[in-house]
Every structure is written in C-alpha cells, then in structure tokens.
C-alpha cells in the first residue's frame, strides 16, 4: 500500500466543537508527569500567541475536572527511608543466603553457567526476593466463583514466607469484588448474557479451530462485527481474540520505518509494545499534558527525521480513553484538535472507557460528545464493561480492509470462540436498548451515580484519591511499601478483595490501592467497603490532614492550549 493511500485510510477531516462556558481555573503543580502551567489569558479559538498555541476552551462541552495532590513531603521522605530500609535488609539477607546461612529459594545461574549471558537480571531479581515477596500474598489469589459483586476466594497459606503456597480447603465466602473491571456488571453466570451463551455453545461448540481467514469466519462474527461498527457510529470493525493483541499486533501494520509515534508515557504496555514492534520513531509526551504534546508535535514539522531532516512518513498519537493506573480520562477534544492542526493520526485506546463512560456507555468519545470520524483508529476491549473477552477495532472500511490483509492478530490468530461472541452481541443490545428493556440504561445510571458517591465519601473521609470526577477507576494513595501488604490483608479480613500497586508498576512514592467499581455494587456495598476503608485509614494512618487546599497536578475545567 502506498504511504498515500495509508495516510488516507487514518486520516479525518471534521473537528466538531462546542462552547463551554466554564471559567477559566487555575492549572496546579505538577510534581511528577505534567509541566507546571500558569493560568493564561483568553483568546479567541483562531487567534495565536507567541508562542503557536490556540485557545481551545470552547471544545469542552461539560466540566473536566482531575486532581493529583502533590504527595506530603514527610510522606515522601520516610517511603524513601522505608524502600532504603528495606534495600539494605535485602542486602544483608543475600549475604547470608550467599553464605549458605539463610535459605534460598530464588532462580539461580548454575555454577557451569556462570560466563554465559545471564538469563536473570540482577537487581529485578533482587528486588523481587526481597521485596516483592514480602507482600506476594496479595496478588494471584485464586477465586471459584463467578467474580461479579460478590466472589468466594480460596483461602491459602505460606510455610516459607511466600514463596509457595498451599490451600487449605477452606473458602472465604462472599467477599466484595471491588478490584475486577466488572464496570457494567455483565460478569455473571445468570440473566439473558448467560442463556445466549449457553445457546450458541450448544449450537457452535466451544471452539472454532482455524483462523478468520481459513475456515474460522462464523456468521456470529460477522454479526458482531456490524454490530459494533454500529454501536461505535463508524464504517467498519473487526474483532479480535484477544485484546492485548489486538495493540501489540495491528499497531505493526499501520505503522513502520520513517513514521513517528507519539505516546502518552502512561500508555498500557500492550501499546508500548506495539509501537516498539513497529520500528517506528516514539517519542513520549508527558501524561495528558497537551502542551508536551503539541511541542513535541510542532519539532517533529519542524525538524521532521533525524539526520536526513526528511518530513514523517505518518505521525500517529497514541492514548487512551482512561488510564488504568492514575484514574485520569484522556483530553480527547485537544488530542483531536492537535491532530487536525498538524496533520497527525490519532489512535484511541478505550479498553477501560468503552460501555463505562458516556451517556449511552459508547465510551470517552460519547462522553465529551465528539463525532466518532474524528478518532483515526478506535480500540477497546471487551474484557471489562461487556464481561467478555477480546479487542476490537474500528475506523473507515479502508483502513479494517486494509487491517484485514495486514494484520498479524486477524491472519494467524484462532477466531474468536463463539460463546464469547454471543455475551459481547448480548450484552451490546443491552447497553444500545435493542434488547427492548431499560436494562442498559439503568445500568450506566448505576455505575454514574456509584462512582460519583465513592469518590465523595472517600473525600470526606480524608483520604488521598487520584484522576477524574467521573472515572470508574479510584486510586486510593497509600505511598510507603509497608502498607501495600498491610491495605491487602486488613481489607480481605474484612471480606473486601481489592488490588494493590507498588513500584516499579507505579513511580516509588505512589504506592497505591486501587478500586474498581461496577454497576453491580449496591450502596449497601459501596457502604461496607466505605466502613472497612475508614476502619483501615485510621489503623494504617491513611487519612492525611486537609486544613489548607490540596496541591494538584490539574484541576482543570478549561483547555490546556491556551495563550
């Protein structure tokens, strides 16, 4: 395909825009991922300044509000001393262990082996048996029931400090789910999801056998296919087996040699590895931080390749719809804007924003109420608000044709199971109303108003949230690595499952838990969990003082490119 036709296929023309009408707020410090921004004077959208920026305030047609508070400098200083604590232990138990005087269980280079080139990264394997294993107790633990609301856990114990396990054959009944991206609640093994699926098993069988393009293309793919090209307001779609995938490997045939990627430098590694696969140029801007983005954009004109100066083949922003991590909702009307004003392609990642944001649950695009032709290429997945399993991607029917010949994930990869199919067409109708019920939309009202009373009361209660106002995903800070363990344990005796995050995942003085909620919490739930949260900040010391204004990164209702 020409570099022509491919720029064709990505690129789109109309930049819908609204006013907004919110005054102009103050932008705060940004103490990690974003540049300290100054509040600025108003321009009219068409008008620059001197340094290339437009006013772009009139894209936004609701508020956009994220905070990031800067972490307390004692906190920050004694996790340091907490991690340095922890290192020099380390060390001295390596000692011991090299000695023969302690125990080692940890994966070692055989003597005979010792020139080779190691298989074992030193300090990754240093970090992980010593400090890692300190709190692995709070990862991987095995569920046997349907991980909805509620979810029965096999209880476990550790011998040799977690280093193995063993089960005890007792299970941990009914404990609430607050970790799985069950956004929707449509993980379930009863209702109208379930009696499709079972149908369609007892029809298709379990498995297909063969690729799409051998004798694994179902009429129950094709219909799905049309039904999400339907729900996302596009041409034409094309669904995957897998959503990590559906990044790692369709990001290679759009891309390669002489393109330049622009990546958000919290993208999920699924994207990153994508870009890397592509042999494209990357270049990271500095998390949802639209001026980064758009020097980063303005060099890349200016200065176009190294050494030959050559202009980019293709410049493609990568970002998602919500990022995982932070909590945070992508400034897609400025990411759009950006794009149009020079030339770029824009891929959105919605794996985590599809069916959880927007008035009809179609994702970040719906909830700023864009016009879907602006997104070059639409991604998601179906593994969280459809309960299902597998990615998907939607655009102009050039580019899924062209996707279609191209791309390592549709020619080489088993096709989608057919049960899987039906709970993703299944719970779609749903969310789109075509069902005939108000399920759907009662459903999406659920998760609005559960998100929007969890993120209040854990305010109230004085504890450190991260991201959007209207982001399901709520990052509760905890900061120093002792109590990434003790926050897991104190919550499960409790009966709360929940996921905990720690360096290198996070940066090393954002250690943090993080709560997931779904449309399937009732408020007596949310209410428990509300309780045991409170019960474990005062034991642990979470509930920092709030007797003058919070620091943020952002708490911004207007547009970053401004004067």
């Not at 360096?503 to 709560?515: G, N």
Request: net charge positive; proline share 4%.
């Amino acid at each position: 395909m020409t570099e022509s036709s491919a720029n064709k296929l990505l690129n789109g023309d109309v930049c819908r825009r609204a006013s907004s009408g919110q005054k102009a707020s103050k932008n705060g410090f940004v103490k990690n991922h974003c540049l300290f921004q100054q509040p600025q004077k108003y321009r009219r959208p068409g008008e620059k300044n001197q340094h290339g920026a437009h006013n772009n305030s009139s894209l936004y047609k609701r508020p956009f509000v994220e905070s990031f508070e800067q972490t307390p400098l004692l906190v920050a200083v004694l996790t340091y001393v907490g991690y340095g604590i922890l290192t020099i232990f380390g060390y001295l138990r390596d000692f011991l262990r090299h000695w023969k005087i302690g125990k080692c269980s940890m994966a070692r280079e055989r003597e005979e082996q010792k020139d080779f080139v190691p298989l074992y990264q030193d300090f990754e394997n240093f970090y992980t048996r010593n400090l890692y294993m300190r709190i692995r107790d709070n990862w991987n633990r095995p569920i046997c029931s349907v991980p909805g609301a509620k979810m029965d856990l096999v209880q476990r114990v550790s011998p040799d400090y977690n280093w193995t396990f063993q089960h005890t054959g007792r299970v941990v009944k009914d404990v609430i789910n607050m970790g799985s991206y069950n956004y929707l609640g449509f993980a379930e093994n009863t209702g109208p999801c379930a009696d499709a699926a079972l149908e369609v098993t007892q029809k298709y069988g379990v498995g297909v056998g063969s690729t799409r393009c051998e004798l694994g293309n179902l009429d129950i793919h094709e219909e799905l296919e049309q039904l999400i090209a339907r729900f996302l307001g596009v041409e034409s779609a094309m669904a995957f087996g897998m959503g990590f995938a559906t990044n790692s490997m369709n990001i290679p045939a759009l891309t390669g040699k002489g393109c330049l990627i622009l990546s958000d430098e919290l993208n999920h590694a699924s994207l990153v590895l994508g870009a890397r696969l592509s042999g494209s140029t990357i270049r990271v801007f500095k998390h949802n931080n639209m001026q980064s983005l758009e020097k980063l954009l303005r060099d890349a004109i200016v200065h176009g390749q190294p050494r030959t100066h050559r202009p980019w083949r293709k410049i493609l922003i990568i970002v998602e719809g919500i990022y995982s991590m932070e909590g945070s909702i992508v400034r897609l009307p400025e990411v759009i804007a950006l794009k149009k004003r020079y030339k770029a392609f824009v891929y959105l990642d919605e794996a985590h924003s599809i069916g959880a944001l927007g008035p009809h649950g179609k994702g970040v695009v719906d909830f700023f109420g864009l016009d879907p032709t602006d997104v070059d290429v639409m991604m998601g997945t179906f593994t969280k608000s459809f309960g299902s399993a597998g990615g998907y991607i939607g655009g102009k029917k050039e580019l899924i044709d062209y996707l279609r010949q191209n791309s390592h994930s549709a020619l080489y990869a088993t096709s989608m199971p057919p049960p899987v199919a039906q709970q993703i067409i299944t719970s779609m109708k749903i969310i789109m109303g075509e069902d005939g019920t108000t399920l759907g939309a009662d459903r999406l009202r659920q998760l609005s108003e559960n998100t929007t009373y969890f993120r209040r009361k854990l305010r109230e209660m004085g504890v450190i949230i991260y991201g959007n106002k209207d982001s399901p995903v709520i990052p509760v800070m905890l900061y120093m690595p002792a109590k990434i363990g003790a926050f897991g344990r104190e919550m499960l005796k409790r009966n709360i499952g929940t996921v905990v995050v720690g360096f290198p995942a996070t940066p090393i003085i954002e250690s943090r838990a993080r709560f997931c909620i779904s449309a399937a919490h009732s408020r007596e739930m949310l209410d428990t969990v509300l309780e045991a949260m409170n019960e474990v900040g005062d034991l642990l010391q979470l509930k920092y003082s709030r007797q003058s204004p919070p620091s943020v990164r952002w708490t911004s209702e207007e547009s970053q490119l401004q004067d």
